[in-house]
């Protein structure tokens, strides 16, 4: 259940270790941070979007977390619980955390069981809108046994029961900051959602929406000789391009998040000799997803893109397998990542027990897809573009503002185009595209369009959680705030059905062959969703940051504590 990825050289590592070994808090001035995708939030439980859940990692954590190697690590617990110490059930329904003694949140008050507690309650209730609401997929209840014990019973035996309150996208909230903004009210609670109170090695002295978020070193953090860093700048926005010049050219900023640039520009800004690109491949994909409801703008506003209204054509299987095939993967794959990225059917791409490696989809077939369309009774109108039944093949496409993404889009419009698929090209700011507005019509999440490019991946090494995220009841709607993660709006009862069968699962063979299925009925089968890019995480550091160490697992600002100035 482990990859390693981390290609940092041997020379890196030990001057990483070095200078963190000699680090005091608050010595080394100000960290800059660069994430052209603005952050929108600091509290993950209310976005989707990996800018938001990273940067409120620099505040917020969990109880246990994953390092670089996919190993699961302690954070605000002793130990990780196992069957040899009786964390874990030996039936496994249960798992038993112990919370590590005198704990404080940044405002100096005591950190307990209670917050693990209503961090789940917060998260389940009916009437709000998670966004990591995967992540607790079979939890049953969650019981503060006492003030440090903290246990967490599912209902039924669970095969990964590392999946609540581990990693970045479940931190524990503070219940005397949140206790106010339970189901409805949470996406209401700003002052909570952008100046969380949390146990990470910084606290947020100032937020500006899509802009930047200000932060100081925790003094009540739990390491008194961490963060080196006395303050903390992440600054949003822009593009990707001046971003990574800014680490890469200029040296403005010391680390610059997803520098998303093609092969040619990665060579030009390297020759500068100010900064080095930090590469991992783990499960980071690159994918189009279809709308599998209608987004038309006639429709009510609470019914649009939601499961009340299928989509008019791409409910057609044809159609989606059509759109699929005529895509050339690999020439995508060298004109935007070079040796960052490779084609891929799969929404799993790693580790290697659970990846499918499915290929049936990295040949381009361009007279295949006419054949589908023209078997499913779309034929070419007098203007090319193919309709049935008064119904004409015409897509909006969106995607967030991005060099590559741009390219991307013009490729396959032109692709699309020659099996008689008219394509209308949308691009929103990454900031709003990827953010928590449940008021903004153009996020992932609501989904206004017909298909749409964007790319995630999940935390740890098992995909049962991240599989999780296409049940039936996670599609997002006006009832959950917009803030579910079945973003295409797919429903397949026998989808479901596997999924709670992963969850209970022990046999490691089994569960291999459960997340294969589960990824082939979304993909290769249904093609709801179609993976372009295995993409590496692709950032850029400055040679006077140290301590750095890339993590495909969690947040990539993991261990941001250990981070110094290189003198």
Known sequence: MKLKTTLMTGAA????????AHAERGTDGQVNILYSQAISTMNGYMSGGTKDIEAGSLVLEPLAGFDEKGNIIPRLVTEIPSKENGGISEDLTSITWKI???LKWSDGTPFTSEDVKFTAEYCM????GCAQLARYEGVKSVEAVDPLTVKVTFEGPQANPFTAFVGATSPILQKAQFEKCLGTAASTCTEQNTKPIGTGPFRVTDFKVNDVVMLEANPNYRDPAKPAFATAMVKGGGDIEGATRAVMETGEFDYAWNTQVNPELQEQMKAAGKGVFEVAFGTLVERIELNQTDPSSDLPADERSTVKHPHPFLSDANVRKALSISLDRQALSDIGYGEAGRPTCDL???????AAKNDSCLKQDIEGAKKLLDEAGWVPGADGIREKDGKKLKVLFQTS???VRQEFQSIIKQWWSEIGVETELKQVDGSVFFGADAGSPDTLQKFYADVQMYA????????????????CDKAPSPANQWQGENY?????????????????TTDEAKRGELAKKLNNMIT?????????IDRGRFSARSNTLGGVVMNVWDSELWNVSDWVRVK
């Open 13 to 20: 590592a030990i001057m990483a270790l070095a200078t963190a």
């Open 100 to 102: 590590k003694p005198d």
């Open 125 to 128: 209730h009916p009437e709000g």
């Open 348 to 354: 799993v791409p790693a580790p290697e027990q659970y």
């Open 401 to 403: 503002v991005n060099p």
């Open 456 to 471: 995630n991946n999940f935390d740890g090494t098992d995909p049962q959680p991240y599989l999780a995220q296409w049940t």
């Open 488 to 504: 295409n709006r797919y429903c397949d009862p026998a989808y479901d059905a596997a999924v709670k069968e992963m969850l209970s």
């Open 524 to 532: 290769v089968d249904s093609n709801v969703t179609l993976p372009l």
